[in-house]
């Protein structure tokens, strides 16, 4: 029991254990520095009465047991000294500590918006407050994140859900209807329950590009952008929108499915988002250490200030218009985690007559610090 009562003494009893030591340490060294000199003193004692510079008999000093016997008194009452000033010194620097201990108990159990706010002096303990509050924040925005966008995936899973249901009660409840009517309800549930698979799709390619990248390959970026252009001609042609290729080899690093995941939704958002007779262009170079992308389009003019929410789950620059499916708000935000997972550089820019410029730089090889 007693050892386990010292094996959990406080971080105060033994820093007042350690400061005692050494203020004890230090009165030894002091009473050692004057006690040995004293010891051997032979005092002066003038006899009768000689003249002021006459010194006619030496009689002995302090006598050694009583230079003794004072020293071991004050080495006595140093003990409790040095552990009452071991104690409060050790107190004073842990008060900070005790003050980051409880907030963040606090911060972690019930409110996130709180904060340490360590003010003077500027020590480690303030700059490990000040660490602590920047992580805190970072938490903060995590979790609202995360809130923001469970929400936002239980509303757009329960509206095709919503409508399918309704759709098959409306065909059910009607008594009169035929075969070709039925044949049409189970047309339509197939069309929302593709709307839902593809929402799923995406939202596990979501997950999986904020995991990170598990596996680095060496691939051509230019071949990848062929590959998607392969399957993409066709919904261009009916939406209008021609696109145009300029691609040179350029050798990168990474998961190659998720690089065709971010490649496929910019130019998917870059034909969803644009007009009659508008136009994509893709381009692939190297770049002396890196390969990058650029899939610049036409389109609606963007405010600056719009640009950044866009690459956040969920969001839309505009409402569906004239019943026209225009995505689920994710396809930047998987470019986005994408471009994050390979330590990519994103920059994106409005175009003045209209449409965005996203250019996407990866580096050719494979870094030694990376998995």
Request: aromatic share 4%; glycine share 8%.
């Amino acid at each position: 029991m007693t050892f386990q009562r010292l094996a959990r003494r406080s971080l105060q009893t033994r820093l007042a254990l350690a400061y005692a030591a050494g203020f004890y340490a230090a009165g030894l060294f002091v009473l050692a520095l004057v006690a040995v000199p004293l010891a051997n003193i032979d005092a002066a004692i003038p006899k009768g009465r000689p003249s002021a510079r006459a010194i006619t008999q030496t009689g002995p000093g302090i006598s050694l047991p009583q230079l003794l016997a004072g020293s071991a008194v004050a080495l006595i009452v140093l003990i409790p000294v040095a552990l009452a000033l071991g104690w409060f010194v050790a107190g004073r620097f842990l008060r900070p500590l005790r003050a980051i201990t409880a907030t963040a108990r606090i911060i972690s159990s019930e409110d996130l918006h709180r904060r340490l706010d360590l003010g003077e002096p500027a020590d480690e303990l303030t700059e490990l407050g000040h660490t602590l509050d920047d992580l805190f924040a970072r938490l903060q925005a995590s979790f609202d994140a995360q809130r923001h966008f469970v929400a936002n995936a239980s509303h757009e899973l329960r509206t095709p859900l919503a409508g399918l249901r309704t759709l098959l009660e409306v065909a059910l409840a009607d008594p009169d209807a035929d075969a070709d009517a039925l044949r049409t309800a189970c047309q339509e549930a197939l069309a929302l329950g593709e709307h839902q698979e593809r929402l799923v799709e995406a939202l596990l390619t979501l997950a999986t590009s904020d995991r990170g990248v598990a596996r680095w390959d060496i691939f051509d970026l230019a071949r990848v952008v062929e590959g998607v252009l392969a399957t993409r001609r066709g919904p261009a042609t009916e939406a209008g929108v021609d696109l145009v290729e300029h691609l040179t080899p350029a050798a990168t690093a990474g998961d190659a499915r998720l690089i065709e995941s971010l490649v496929a939704n910019l130019i998917d958002n870059a034909i969803r988002h644009n007009h009659a007779d508008g136009h994509v262009k893709i381009t692939t170079q190297a770049s002396g250490t890196q390969a990058v992308l650029t899939v610049t389009n036409s389109g609606p003019v963007i405010p600056d200030g719009q640009i950044q929410r866009l690459f956040h789950p969920f969001q839309k620059l505009a409402p569906d218009r004239n019943g026209r499916h225009r995505g689920y708000g994710l396809g930047l935000a998987i470019v986005n985690a994408v471009t994050q997972a390979h330590h990519a550089t994103l920059t994106t820019s409005a175009r003045p007559e209209g449409g965005l410029s996203i250019t996407v730089r990866f580096a050719h090889r494979i870094s030694s610090d990376r998995p």
